[in-house]
């Protein structure tokens, strides 16, 4: 694979996929925080966002806001002043739609390419190469990235143009929410009237009511595991980009309204950097069920 690739953003998600392209293709990293770039064993070590753009051919970001996206790509030391015609970013964050639309017209103008590729599968998805992208852009520059994609993924989809990644990532984090949301007030209410959580779970995750949400939540509330992969913070972050693009379209999205006061509430009371099943602590606290006694 010829093909040179830069990663910038070795978080949770970044890291892992970061080592699996890295053992496919001559990849370059780059972190803030240098000990990141040195866990990339079979990576070079770039030093700056300038050093990447210089020598990737294509580059991929996984960042954790959209402003900082925008900073890394459109920004005074960006991306765009520094990547050659014919180069490509991809852009595996989750962007807003907006943003993802203004990046790929500045980086057009400088003839490179840009694909919004939002993925799902969280941490575990990432460590096994199991992610799901929801791709946005053209067909040519898609077909032309989707090797990489195979490498770190399990589902590839082109889902339309530019933002389209972006604005299906958003759905799909909606449904996690308010899936989250639910777990939580419903195991609640079984344990209020006497039935353990693990009973719960072992009696539903077969049947309707199971899912790859109920497969993380339900074990994590049973063992009282909040170890983030991802993390209300995190999700609370992406159900706001989700409420600002339906109210700017008037598009009436009750269900995540409700969802994003419990996470918010769930913020609020310091429970940010921990794993989303730990919102069941909010209905805990409530209902006087102390599990620890």
Partial sequence: MTEKLGFIGLGVM?????????????????????????????????????DVAGYADIVLLSLPSSE?????????LGLARFLEPGKT???????????????????????????????????RGAKDAALAFMVGGTEAVFGRCKPIFNVIGKSVVLVGEVGSGGV?????????????????????????NGVDPAVIYAAIKDGW???????????????????????????????????????????????TAATDEIFKAARSSGRGPYAQQIIIQLWEEMLGIDRNS
């Fill in 168 to 192: 299906t990532k958003l759905v799909n984090n909606m449904i996690v929410g308010a899936t989250f949301s639910v777990i939580a007030e419903s195991f609640a209410l079984g344990m209020k």
């Fill in 14 to 50: 970044g890291g892992h996929m970061a080592r699996h392209l890295s053992g496919k293709y001559d990849t370059i990293v780059y972190d803030i925080d240098a000990g990141k770039r040195e866990s990339i064993e079979k990576a070079r070590k770039a030093e700056s966002i300038t």
């Fill in 209 to 255: 009511a199971g899912s790859h949400v109920l497969d993380v939540a339900g074990p994590g509330i049973i063992n009282q595991d909040y170890t983030p992969g991802g993390s209300v913070d995190i999700l609370f972050k992406d159900l706001g980009y989700a409420l600002s693009l339906a109210r700017s379209q008037n598009v009436p999205v009750p269900m």
């Fill in 89 to 123: 970013v991809i852009d595996t964050s989750t962007t807003e739609p907006t943003v993802s639309r203004e990046i790929a017209a500045v980086l057009s103008g400088n003839g490179v390419d840009f694909l919004d590729a939002p993925v799902s599968g969280g941490e």
């Fill in 68 to 76: 900082i996206v925008r900073d890394v790509v459109t920004g005074q």
